[in-house]
Structures are given as C-alpha cells and as structure tokens.
C-alpha cells in the first residue's frame, strides 16, 4: 500500500485549500482513511477520517469542525480534504493515512497502517 498527498501550499488566513491523497493497493474500498498533521516539535494529531460502505461516516477534531470536510471516490482511489476558512494554526504538515482492511473504526481510535509522506500547509496572517 502507496499513499501520496498533494495540494498542500502557502494561503491566506480565510483562504481554502483542497487537499488530495491517491492510493495505490489492495482494499481501498474497505478501508478507513483519514487525514493527520503534525507541526515541528508536537506529536501529529488527527484532523479528519472517514469510514467506508454505505453508511460511511465522517469524523472531525474540533479545531477543524465546521471548516473542513473530507470525501473519498472509490472509484479513482482518492480521499480529499477540503479546507476552507483557513487559519493560521492550521499551518502544518498534513499526512493521509489508510487503515486496516475491514476494520471500519470510527474516528482517531481507528488504526491507522499506512501513511503518505505529508504535504505542507502554511497559513499567513
């Protein structure tokens, strides 16, 4: 399993940005996929995931609530991250990351196996 995320830039505070993450490997539909971002010197943190089948559910941390919304296409194999009303805290490096096939855990308690390599955002004032 391959993740790649994309999109990541330099915006204003108020700007939007839409993340993208491809996936290449076995269960892409089985899988819950999420999107995390760490600054230097803190521990990366859980933004956003989502569950798959057709009761697919979507999960935020409540800094990002309300601003971002996350989607995936089974069918390209891609997850997204739109983010929008972008704020200075929001500058950091955002990884994707892929759980385990059939384990359709909600939120940050899923287990998440495999992670793209990161794309940067940084928001200005």
């Known amino acids: 399993v391959q993740l790649q995320a994309s999109g990541g830039g330099l915006v204003q505070a108020g700007d939007s940005l839409r993340l993208s993450c491809s996936f290449s490997?076995?269960?892409?539909?089985?899988?819950?996929l999420g999107w995390f971002r760490q600054v230097p010197g803190a521990k990366r943190e859980f933004v956003s995931s989502i569950t798959y089948g057709s009761s697919r559910t979507s999960y935020y941390a409540p800094s990002v609530e309300g601003r971002f919304a996350i989607a995936r296409d089974n069918d390209k194999n891609m997850v997204y991250l739109q983010m929008n009303i972008l704020k200075p805290d929001d500058t950091a490096v955002y990884f994707c990351a892929a759980g385990r096939i059939g384990r359709n855990d909600p939120g940050p308690s899923a287990d998440f196996d495999y992670w793209g390599q990161g794309t940067l955002v940084t928001v200005s004032s």
């Open positions: 490997g076995r269960g892409f539909r089985k899988r819950v």
